[in-house]
């Protein structure tokens, strides 16, 4: 099996874990009083082997270091001369729109945490006295590393299926909701025209060239083949011109009940392909996909972690905007922050009220990122989605 496949399995289920034993985690730490600096770095260290803690006493030189890492994490003083904790992560999140941030501040107000809020950090904690807040602050870096990196895997996902030569189309409940470009071009179909249409589409005699059994949902239920199992073999489908074109296919379910239908010639792509969307449905962050060639920038695409979050099921979810989660207690700094992003195609993470569908309201942080093709062009948005009403309400009550 090709490699990368197996990453991809294993990435996504330790975003879900945390990190596994031979990850290891770089850490900026930035803090002004050398004593201190080295004390947390000794500490961490301590708690997790895996922490490689790098310590600058100096808050510029601490950015002109990060130019020079890969940081996973970081952790940063607030009161320092110079430039203090807030313009730090100000200056990283416009490097770094999602790397984890951990504010550890001596001295904290509910005013600091809200500005630290409003600017993107990860995590607000206060030092303590005693060494147990260490063990605090190694817990929350290893769950917002985890997060990033399962975040960021997720995305790259997400990418190679986009721009993949194998076309390839989810379905569910038997109606198109998201295929690549790859697809399309197969079939002759612009990718607009095919979301939400019936698999008979392609398929208008319900009939495939191995003479198999179409059922009702468009899985094939080839004699020699279960459900559970999938079905690959030779397909004739029907183009948009009404041409007739045999190709090799295979149909796999994910467990969240998504048909993927691949048309591929090779046997591994479609098995890493089928991987990768396992991978975005067991990520413990809600993902949806949006296509801005439809109307309203539509959401194509919600992983199961989506729904539980906001508990509407999938079809009340799919062809809205993800401005349905937005109500009275939403705030419009927040969401007008997402519409410029998104007319400049660019990243962007804010916190704001959503409602799920039982009315209750919960603090939502929203990561969105463009998707572009070879050429450079926004073919889709991925936005992550995460309940953090427990942090808001524990560093910032009063919000």
């Not at 330790?14 to 730490?29: F, K, N, P, W, Y």
């Not at 992560?89 to 550890?104: A, H, K, N, S, Y």
């Not at 099921?313 to 809205?320: P, S, V």
């Amino acid at each position: 099996m090709d490699p990368r496949v197996k990453a991809i399995e294993f990435e996504a289920a330790a975003g879900e874990r945390g990190l596994g034993a031979d990850e290891d985690v770089c850490i900026l730490h930035i803090d002004d009083e050398p004593t201190l600096a080295d004390l947390v770095a000794t500490f961490l260290q301590r708690e997790r082997d895996a922490f490689e803690v790098i310590t600058e006493t100096d808050p510029r030189e601490g950015l002109d270091r990060l130019a020079g890492i890969e940081a996973d994490c970081i952790v940063c003083d607030y009161d320092m001369p110079g430039l203090d904790g807030l313009a730090v992560l100000e200056t990283i999140r416009e490097r770094d729109p999602d790397l984890p941030f951990v504010l550890f501040t001596g001295k904290g107000s509910e005013e600091i945490a809200s500005e630290a809020i409003s600017r993107g950090v990860t995590e607000y904690l206060q030092k303590g006295g005693g060494t147990d807040q260490y063990e605090v602050l190694a817990n929350r870096i290893e769950q917002a590393v985890a997060r990033y990196r399962a975040e960021r895997r997720a995305t790259r996902s997400f990418e190679a299926i986009e721009t993949a030569h194998d076309g390839i189309g989810f379905l569910d409940d038997g109606e198109f909701v998201f295929v690549n470009r790859a697809y399309a071009d197969i079939t002759g179909y612009d990718r607009a025209e095919l979301l939400g249409e019936p698999w008979e589409t392609l398929y208008p005699d319900g009939d495939e060239a191995d003479g198999g059994n179409v059922g009702d949902d468009g899985y094939n239920e080839a004699p020699s083949e279960t459900r559970s199992g999938g079905w690959a073999g030779p397909s004739v489908l029907v183009r948009r011109d009404g041409e007739p074109v045999t190709i090799d296919h295979r149909l796999a379910r994910t467990e969240g009940g998504t048909l993927i239908s691949t048309v591929s010639d090779a046997a591994a792509v479609r098995e890493e392909l089928s991987l990768r969307e396992r991978a975005m449905d067991a990520a413990p962050v809600g993902i949806v996909i949006t296509d801005p060639g439809l109307d309203d920038n539509a959401i194509v695409h919600a992983n199961d972690e989506f729904v539980d979050l906001t508990g509407y099921a999938r079809e009340e979810i799919l062809g809205r905007n993800c401005r349905f989660l937005q109500g009275p207690a939403t705030r419009e700094e927040a969401v007008g922050k997402i519409r410029r992003a998104i007319e400049d195609a660019e990243p962007v993470t804010v916190e704001l009220r959503n409602y799920r569908k039982n009315g209750e309201v919960f603090w939502n942080r929203v990561r969105i990122a463009p998707l572009r093709n070879d050429d450079g062009d926004v073919t889709n948005y991925v936005g992550f989605q995460e309940d953090v009403t427990e942090y808001r309400e524990r560093t910032d009550p009063g919000s």
